[in-house]
């Protein structure tokens, strides 16, 4: 199994560590649901080193990135960042990235842990003999942790990111937290007030016992896997592997607005124009249990009037927000409006749900 270098800090604070994608990752440290409410209430820190780190320079960095991800690279200006899809020629999702801009051309590409190699291989199979373009893999020597939750600006201002102040949504900025330098962006997965800190390896070390010591006026705990899974779904958010996939494009899965068909062509762009023109057959939805029920991953989803699988759950849990169960899963499109009524197959009993926009948890704008 790989280890971030972040391993002995989470061995030394009691973490259960588990196999995630073949990393030795924390699931938990205190408990997934007290270290969701710390993350929705004051400020929790994870290790996501784990994740694939790309950087992609040169004349032709620009080029080659609106070639190969779905949304338009070209509205990027210097320290802003973007969601977007990297996919195979049929249209089906290989990964979901976030594309960093960090100058006119150079770029960062963060990818998910358990795509990091097939996507590695993948763009360098499309890079060929291009002379104009540098790639690199990063993941070794650059690491990075989130710090998420409304005391978030508060707890970096403290220790030195005055930049923080005003760096909005998807925008990067240079800053040093204890002294320490790094690339500091206004990006998450918990739907909370957050960032991700990129910081040399052989520094977060240093970096995590300075936030973890500190953090503690603010709050702070150290976060896992579990908590992070559990904010992700409350804000709907696919999760590669479980909701998406390369069978999976990203109109089905409702991410029409990370691809751009007037940028021009892209890998994947020809089978997704096909696809918006004919108009998809099924959608993914969220939804909420009527009922005190935990749907789970690979429950099925029923049609309310046969009883007939129409579906399958990808995502599913308790909220403890909400105190009721919701999930995440594709249904044909006459099942995916708001207020449609479905059944969830729960331990061979049948639960009823409805469809809801999402997110589910919705917190005032910081």
Not at 75 to 101: H, P, T, W
Not at 107 to 134: H, P
Not at 223 to 247: I, K
Request: aromatic share 8%; with cysteine.
């Amino acid at each position: 199994m790989q280890q971030t270098p972040l391993v002995q800090q989470h061995r030394a604070s009691g973490a259960k560590l588990v196999d995630f994608a073949g990393w030795e990752m924390p699931i938990q440290y205190s408990g997934v649901v007290d270290e969701y409410h710390t993350v929705r209430s004051h400020v929790g820190l994870f290790d996501v080193s784990h994740m694939g780190r790309m950087r992609i320079a040169g004349t032709g960095a620009g080029s080659f990135l609106q070639r190969v991800t779905t949304n338009d690279v070209g509205k990027l200006a210097v320290s802003q960042a973007q969601y977007s899809m990297v996919c195979n020629e049929n249209g089906g999702i290989k990964d979901d990235v976030f594309v960093y801009r960090l100058a006119t051309d150079e770029f960062l590409l963060c990818v998910n842990a358990s795509n990091r190699e097939k996507i590695l291989s993948w763009l360098q199979s499309q890079l060929a003999q291009d002379e104009t373009v540098c790639f690199e893999d990063r993941s070794v020597e650059l690491a990075q942790v989130a710090v998420q939750g409304p005391k978030s600006r508060e707890l970096l201002v403290s220790l030195g990111g005055t930049a923080l102040d005003g760096l909005k949504l998807h925008h990067t900025c240079d800053a040093r937290i204890g002294g320490l330098s790094c690339l500091l962006a206004r990006t998450g997965y918990t739907g909370e007030l957050g960032y991700e800190i990129y910081i040399d390896a052989a520094k977060v070390g240093s970096l995590w016992d300075l936030l973890v010591d500190k953090g503690v006026a603010w709050g702070l705990k150290p976060a896992g896997l579990g908590a992070r899974d559990l904010l992700r779904l409350e804000m709907g958010y696919l999760l590669y592997g479980n909701d998406m996939g390369e069978d999976t494009t990203p109109l089905e899965a409702n991410a029409d607005w990370t691809v751009s068909f007037v940028k021009g062509e892209f890998i994947g762009s020809r089978a997704l124009l096909a696809q918006k023109q004919a108009g998809v057959t099924r959608r993914f939805v969220a939804f909420e249990l009527a009922e005190k029920a935990v749907p789970r991953h690979g429950f099925r989803i029923l049609n309310p009037a046969t009883s007939l699988p129409i579906g399958d759950v990808t995502s599913g849990n308790f909220s403890p927000l909400l105190q009721k169960g919701i999930g995440l899963g594709y249904v044909p499109v006459r099942f995916a409006e708001p207020s449609s009524s479905i059944l969830i197959e729960i331990r061979n009993k049948t639960v009823p749900a409805h469809i809801v926009k999402p997110p589910f948890y919705k917190r005032k704008k910081a």
